[in-house]
């Protein structure tokens, strides 16, 4: 009779521990960002993305053909703009700025937009076929066409 009762008392003990370790992972994030197909939803990779992490796009602009920079951070699990980087004005490129972001020059002319602060709610870019686009993620950079191909409508979210 005591092995019994000692035996479901350890089987209860277990269970309340695994029980209360469920619930602490399911209260971490673990995001990631992940690249699709924006067509057929194909999977493309998956990066891992803390809170609070960043990540840029950088391509060469098509129309003034300068280089850009877009800088996002991962803010509550939403993809946020936070700044881009770019060498002139044009079609596609702030012209005018919000009042509450901030306009800084770099050593080589740059211009650097910081402090932007805008949710995107929909991230999708095309992969250029004259034009790469360069994906940085945790010190990595991505050939973007390489991983999607020409033409790619790649989609970016958190999850």
Same mark, same amino acid.
């Given at each position: 009779m005591k092995k019994t009762r000692t035996k479901l008392l350890l089987i209860t003990a277990a269970i309340l521990i695994a029980a209360v370790i469920s619930i602490v992972m399911a209260g971490q @994030?673990?995001? @990631?960002?992940i690249l699709t197909d924006a067509d057929t939803g194909k999977v493309y990779a998956r990066y891992p993305l803390a809170e609070g992490a960043c990540f840029s796009v950088a391509f060469q602009h098509s129309v003034n053909k300068t280089p850009v920079e877009e800088i996002y951070e991962n803010r509550g699990g939403r993809i946020v703009l936070t700044?881009?980087? *770019? *060498?002139?004005f044009g079609a596609g490129v702030a012209e005018e700025l919000d009042p509450s972001?901030?306009?800084s020059y770099g050593e080589n002319g740059e211009m650097i937009l910081s402090d932007?602060?805008?949710?995107m709610n929909d991230l999708t870019y095309v992969v250029g076929t004259v034009y790469d686009h360069m994906l940085t993620i945790g010190g990595e950079q991505v050939n973007l066409r390489a991983l999607c191909g020409r033409n790619s409508r790649v989609h970016f979210e958190i999850s």
């Amino acid at each position: 009779m005591k092995k019994t009762r000692t035996k479901l008392l350890l089987i209860t003990a277990a269970i309340l521990i695994a029980a209360v370790i469920s619930i602490v992972m399911a209260g971490q @994030r673990s995001d @990631r960002l992940i690249l699709t197909d924006a067509d057929t939803g194909k999977v493309y990779a998956r990066y891992p993305l803390a809170e609070g992490a960043c990540f840029s796009v950088a391509f060469q602009h098509s129309v003034n053909k300068t280089p850009v920079e877009e800088i996002y951070e991962n803010r509550g699990g939403r993809i946020v703009l936070t700044g881009c980087i *770019y *060498y002139s004005f044009g079609a596609g490129v702030a012209e005018e700025l919000d009042p509450s972001w901030t306009l800084s020059y770099g050593e080589n002319g740059e211009m650097i937009l910081s402090d932007i602060n805008l949710p995107m709610n929909d991230l999708t870019y095309v992969v250029g076929t004259v034009y790469d686009h360069m994906l940085t993620i945790g010190g990595e950079q991505v050939n973007l066409r390489a991983l999607c191909g020409r033409n790619s409508r790649v989609h970016f979210e958190i999850s």
